[in-house]
């Protein structure tokens, strides 16, 4: 670049618990010289207003999730239009959440009708009344989002396609997303497995990631016993927070498995390489599906580990030899048999652990995400600011009426406050 750029990132960073702060903190260093990036997380957006009219940004790039974590950024994306990276294609849950604890129902309301016009406005109901759950992945919910940017970034060629055909004219673009090379020394398998109580020559298929309902515990659990009861020597190592997921003590025992399941709970990112050496193949499955790219699929594919995933449409330009695909009209008998194959075939786990661990080479290493993000920031700074006239009101109301009547009493205006 010939000129430096300054750019304001919002996101969340370590020590928040989110994979996307993990992934801002790995890309923002690796951006180039010339890139000034200034860190907006929760706790320091309140100050970018005033920052951003002394000195405005040439960029202002969202790192938006489906995630609490990323609801802070909903009061500036539309104000303060620029890149969005979407890594989740479905928003729904956490933009719901968001208006609905803070009992903003009609504004609900509002922006449920605008993202979906095609439906019936009674269907916003399900989550007023609380009954969203999976019903929210119907209904995306980023419509507001899209036309607003001035650049769409997601991790997935299908996924930008999709975005295009969906919204004409949108500018939508893919970056790869990347993640680093797992450092491990030689004796983690063996000083890990024995920490965790696995023996020696047994198998070991790893969990990662926060459970929830969607990573398929319930499915997981169901074959673990069949390939227990078959007299494998099977064991499933869970590693991530389970709080989330109350149901796994009472799945645990009704398919009698407790003492084949290792739970490790929240662990440092500086430890998961460790983890990723104690198994032997990991299970990244998801449904229903917000059309992510999993960073914690990535890592296992870093570490050269054999791994089964959902057969999900957005994953269909990944080639058969990278992973096994669980067929979704079959999960329990297509996951068993994955499982199966991987305990009974050591050949087979070491070819697919190579053929992953090529992939990640050439498509997923953080240097090829830079290198993208080269690409996308300057092609997002060219691109104009939207003119979207037709918004909910609760994105273009400024909310000053209440300090304007209290000023224009002593005849007096807040010019300050105006939109720009």
């Known amino acids: 670049m010939n000129a430096s750029m300054r750019v304001a990132w919002f996101s969340p960073f370590p020590p928040v618990r989110s994979g996307i702060a993990a992934y801002s903190a790995d890309i923002v260093p690796r951006l180039d010289p010339d890139i000034v990036v200034d860190r907006v997380a929760e706790s320091d957006a309140h100050d970018f207003v005033w920052r951003e009219r002394r000195h405005p940004h040439d960029l202002v790039v969202y790192q938006l999730g489906n995630a609490r974590c990323h609801d802070y950024m909903w009061a500036y994306l539309v104000r303060y239009p620029g890149l969005v990276v979407l890594h989740d294609a479905r928003l729904h849950h956490a933009r719901a959440g968001a208006l609905l604890r803070d009992r903003r129902d009609d504004d609900y309301r509002r922006e449920f009708q605008y993202d979906h016009p095609g439906v019936r406005p009674e269907a916003a109901d399900y989550a007023v009344e609380g009954l969203g759950g999976s019903i929210h992945y119907l209904w995306p919910m980023v419509r507001v989002v899209i036309r607003t940017a001035r650049l769409i970034a997601v991790h997935s060629p299908i996924v930008a396609a999709d975005l295009r055909d969906e919204f004409p004219g949108a500018a939508v673009a893919a970056i790869r997303m990347g993640v680093p090379a797992p450092a491990v020394d030689a004796g983690a398998r063996v000083a890990l497995r024995r920490a965790l109580g696995l023996p020696h020559g047994a198998m070991v298929f790893a969990v990662f990631g926060r459970l929830a309902t969607e990573k398929r515990i319930a499915a997981v659990l169901q074959s673990l016993a069949a390939l227990s009861a078959d007299g494998r020597d099977v064991y ?104 199966r194959r991987l305990t009974d075939d050591g050949r087979l786990r070491e070819e697919l652990g190579e053929a992953g661990n ?60 105006r939109r720009r």
């Open 236 to 339: 499933v190592l869970i590693v991530g927070e389970t709080d989330g997921y109350p149901e796994l003590p009472e799945q645990l025992a009704r398919h009698g498995v407790a003492d084949r399941v290792r739970v490790a709970g929240h662990v440092p990112d500086d430890a998961i390489a460790g983890y990723l050496a104690a198994a032997d193949a990991c299970l990244c499955l998801r449904w229903p599906t917000a059309k992510e790219t999993s960073a914690s699929w990535l890592r296992c594919l870093a570490a050269a580990r054999a791994t089964v995933i959902s057969d999900l449409a957005h994953l269909a330009d990944i080639p058969a030899s990278v992973a096994m695909r669980v067929d979704l009209l079959d999960e329990n008998r297509s996951l068993e048999l994955a499982m």
């Open 358 to 417: 090529r992939y990640w080479s050439v498509h997923h290493t953080l240097d090829a995400m830079a290198e993208d993000y080269r690409r996308v920031l300057l092609q997002a700074a060219g691109c104009p600011v939207p003119t979207v006239d037709d918004l909910p009101s609760h994105f273009t109301d400024d909310y000053s009426g209440t300090a304007r009547g209290v000023v224009s009493r002593f005849g007096l205006t807040v010019d300050v406050l």
